[in-house]
């Protein structure tokens, strides 16, 4: 049973771990702008770390007219996703 699914933009794409679900999101999904400061990443799982890595919780809350409860949703996401798993596993299967 599919333990991991997309969820951008309703995307419901089901997924057996967690690395396969961020190559998803980064090669079947367009990328998204970051609206703190425009840099162009990947949606989903790299576009949350950049979020919460590269500007404030304050940046991220007026950029994109979020609250407490979207913030605490993606750490919470973020935090799930950096202890389960291997990012290097997912950088060598995006550069082939």
Same mark, same amino acid.
């Given at each position: 049973?599919? &333990? ?13 771990? *967690?690395?396969?679900?961020?190559? /998803?999101?980064?090669?079947? /999904?367009?990328? /998204?702008?970051? $609206?703190?400061?425009?840099? *162009?990443?990947?949606? &989903?799982?790299?576009?949350? !770390?950049?979020?919460?890595?590269? /500007?404030? +919780?304050?940046?991220?809350? !007026?950029?994109?007219?979020? %609250?407490?409860?979207?913030? +605490?949703? +993606?750490?919470?996401? $973020? ?12 950088? %060598? !299967?995006?550069? &082939?």
């Amino acid at each position: 049973m599919p &333990g991991w699914t997309c969820g951008i933009s309703g995307c419901r794409a089901a997924f057996e771990d *967690v690395e396969s679900a961020i190559v /998803h999101q980064t090669t079947e /999904h367009q990328r /998204h702008e970051c $609206k703190v400061c425009g840099t *162009v990443i990947p949606d &989903g799982y790299f576009a949350i !770390r950049h979020a919460f890595d590269e /500007h404030t +919780r304050a940046e991220y809350v !007026r950029a994109y007219d979020a %609250d407490s409860e979207d913030v +605490r949703e +993606r750490e919470q996401i $973020k935090e799930t996703v950096e202890s389960t798993a291997d990012l290097q596993s997912v950088v %060598d !299967r995006i550069n &082939g």
